[in-house]
């Protein structure tokens, strides 16, 4: 969660500095067949060899889960916790909101009052959670917003319409399908907080649906499920709405095998805040898989490449990925549970290429030796897939990008490009530094 508030503090540093949307001309974003997944997997020797086994994959992702409080086993998670255990993931979540006075912000259009920053801390309703509290469970019945407060307006840095994608609250996104162990309710009866596979936080009450244990853990370990490979797939339910899952989701299926050419998906619905199922056909076509993909290099190239284009959403707003959600996606794809956060991400790889003291050419020789589907980690701020070397020899990487910085007339300008991109090494941060030079770590599986 600390990465939260350095990425927004490093965002809004540069508030004052002229700023534009990034034009063709001066774009970093890589153009043509480098910017095809084609190219690059026609490039990978043995792009589709097996790089993990499922039986490595799972143990992968123990190495990852036990040292980090933010990857959550649910299947093993006690079915009673204590008051102490849950103030202490509450306030772990406020961050800085916890101490600290009323921050310059805005809500609506206006600086945010005191009585709104007040309000929101004791919407956390800390002094009511019992000393010990029977864990509820609960699915969500779409895509939900998870908050750090419980609260559903936006805490922008200013009143400016781009800050409006950046909503200093916004935790993470949840999928439906996705289940949750709630620990607490909010004062006003809006909100519930509650665990996830990879988060914590505060999630709108109408959103989810509660049920049983025993029904909760069909969609915590589901013996037979589809794995969503496309960026963005919508699904029909009940011939009345729609619900939005993002690459990486499971949906539960209702059997084994297909009726009539087509999975039978199990969609909870919440009716009354009880869990229900609408059993939907769903087509067997490229935006699913039955279980896992297998973990290749040509996969982390394929999978990341579904998302070239799309917006950048901080947290998971504008129902899209930032940098860290987007690498997280892709590897979940294969199975791999990774934290949400950039900096949990470099700290919890399992093999980590340290680029400290290392010069220009050195850092460009560690990344060359690096195999697609790397991560490349600049100080816990932001996280890019390694894609390899272009025909000329150009290490290039595949990122959820928010900005960068040109420097017209030697002064600092910052560019927004807010895209999902292919580019080098080469962009710079507001200090004139390239981004090769400003990369702290290597990350990867083996």
């Known amino acids: 969660m600390q990465l939260r508030w350095i990425a927004l503090a490093v965002l809004f540093a540069f508030l004052a500095l002229p700023t534009t949307v990034a034009g063709a001309m001066d774009s970093i974003a890589v153009q043509g067949e480098r910017a095809t997944a084609q190219y690059w997997t026609e490039r990978t020797a043995d792009g589709d060899a097996l790089l993990l086994t499922p039986a490595e994959i799972t ?34 979540v406020m961050g800085r909101y916890a101490d600290e006075s009323l921050p310059e912000l805005y809500k609506n259009g206006k600086r945010l009052t005191q009585y709104s920053f007040d309000f929101a801390k004791k919407n956390c309703n800390l002094d009511a959670i019992p000393a010990m509290q029977n864990v ?10 998870m908050r750090l407060l419980p609260e559903a307006a936006g805490w922008l840095n200013s009143p400016d319409e781009l800050d409006s994608h950046y909503d200093n609250l916004q935790g993470t996104a949840v999928d439906p399908a996705e289940p949750m162990a709630v620990l607490a309710e909010s004062y006003d009866h809006q909100f519930v907080f509650a665990l996830t596979r990879n988060y914590m936080g505060w999630v709108p ?8 244990r025993k029904n909760w853990m069909e969609y915590v370990a589901p013996k037979n499920f589809l794995v969503v490979t496309a960026n963005k797939k919508k699904v029909p339910v009940g011939g009345a709405w729609y619900v939005t899952f993002q690459m990486g989701s ?26 229900s199922e609408s059993l939907v056909p769903m087509e067997d076509d490229d935006t699913v898989h039955l279980g896992w993909l297998p973990c290749t290099k040509n996969n982390f ?41 950039a900096d949990k991400q470099e700290e919890l790889m399992p093999v980590k290429v340290s680029l400290a003291g290392l010069d220009t050419s050195a850092r460009y020789q ?3 030796n690096s195999l ?19 025909s000329a020899g150009t290490p290039m990487v595949l990122h959820s990008a928010s900005s960068y910085f040109t420097f017209p007339d030697g002064e600092p300008e910052k560019q927004y490009i807010r895209q999902v991109i292919v580019s080098d090494l080469h962009y710079m941060n507001a200090s004139q530094v390239e981004t090769i030079d400003g990369m702290s770590s290597i990350g990867s599986l083996k």
Not at 61 to 87: F, M
Not at 319 to 326: A, K, L, P, R
């Open 59 to 92: 143990a992968v992702n123990q190495e990852i889960r036990q040292p980090n409080s933010w990857l959550t086993d649910l299947a093993k998670y006690p079915e009673t916790v204590s008051a102490d255990s849950i103030r202490e993931k509450i306030v772990a």
């Open 136 to 145: 509820r469970y609960a699915v969500a019945a779409q895509r939900i917003d």
């Open 205 to 212: 009450m109408g959103a989810i649906a509660f049920t049983e």
């Open 250 to 275: 499971v949906i539960p299926l209702a059997a084994s095998s297909k009726q009539d050419g087509r999975w039978i998906a199990r969609i909870p619905v919440n009716v009354n805040m009880q869990m």
């Open 301 to 341: 190239i394929r999978q990341g490449f579904r998302f070239l284009g799309d917006v950048y959403g901080w947290g998971g707003q504008d129902e899209s990925v930032d940098c860290s959600s987007f690498v997280g996606d892709v590897y979940r794809t294969m199975g791999i549970e990774l934290p949400r956060d």
């Open 366 to 368: 560690r990344v060359r």
């Open 372 to 390: 697609p589907g790397a991560l490349l980690f600049k100080y816990g701020l932001h996280v890019m897939l390694y894609l390899g070397q272009d």
